[in-house]
């Protein structure tokens, strides 16, 4: 069946340093795939998308890559500060046509220590 | 347009009535979507609408859920004779035909009690 694996434990890192968010997905085509935040009681809040035939996307402190082969996308705020605190949800549309219904993970909860 | 609205944004409701919730998209989003999230969990997808068209279903839309979007606008989603495993915040999303990520409200928490 379908899955999408994300780290339920916490990361809990020290201010300053690079936050790394592992996403791994099973029996998926996934066409592209998108990264968001969420905070206690709000919804998520888009925050990055990259497409199946991408590498890597950048936005400011934040970078995504997807690995195909792997069927894995790694998240990575750098210089991480405590505002970052949050959950981290990744979520796949896969590639067949007609739908179009994200398939979320669990989430990882972030922890940036000051 | 200050974004995805949802209301009410908490509801605590006995076993076995019936809830309603509304969510107003961004107003030129024609793409709305309902998900329900349980403590610790991602969003799970419920139902899709493209305009007034509802195109898109998930297995948990269960026969006491309905969803409408009657004029293509705002969309109702509806629960009849909840049960306790209705407990969840149901949040609503939208997005335009142009771009793929999803602007999400803050959610509708239901407790059934």
């Known amino acids: 069946s379908q899955k999408i694996e994300q780290n339920s434990e916490a990361l809990n890192i020290q201010e300053g340093k690079t936050a790394t968010l592992t996403c791994n997905y099973t029996?998926?085509?996934?066409?592209?795939l998108q990264w968001y935040r969420q905070d206690p009681g709000r919804g998520p809040v888009f925050l990055l998308l990259?497409?199946?035939?991408?590498k890597e996307k950048r936005k400011e402190r934040l970078k995504v890559t997807f690995d195909t082969t792997l069927k894995q996308s790694l998240f990575h705020i750098t210089a991480s500060q405590p505002a970052d605190s949050a959950t981290y949800l990744c979520?796949?549309?896969?590639?067949?046509?007609?739908?179009?219904?994200?398939?979320f993970g669990s989430g990882t909860r972030l922890q940036v220590q000051p | 347009d200050t974004g995805v609205s949802q209301d009410p944004r908490h509801k605590i409701t006995k076993r076995g009535q019936n809830v309603t919730f509304r969510c107003d998209p961004i107003?030129?989003?024609?793409?709305l979507y309902w998900y329900r999230q349980t403590l610790g969990q991602g969003p799970e997808f419920l139902t899709y609408?493209?305009?007034?068209?509802?195109?898109?279903k998930s297995r948990l839309l269960s026969d006491r859920f309905s969803a409408e979007r009657p004029k293509g606008s705002f969309s109702t989603l509806e629960i009849q004779r909840t049960e306790q495993g209705d407990s969840a915040m149901y949040l609503c999303?939208?997005?335009?035909?142009?771009?793929?990520?999803?602007?999400f409200g803050q959610g509708t928490r239901l407790t059934v009690v």
């Open positions: 999303a939208s997005s335009s035909d142009k771009n793929t990520e999803a602007f």
């Open positions: 029996n998926y085509s996934p066409a592209y």
């Open positions: 990259i497409r199946e035939n991408e």
């Open positions: 979520a796949f549309r896969g590639a067949d046509t007609g739908r179009r219904a994200l398939t």
């Open positions: 107003s030129e989003h024609n793409r």
């Open positions: 609408f493209q305009n007034e068209a509802q195109l898109e």
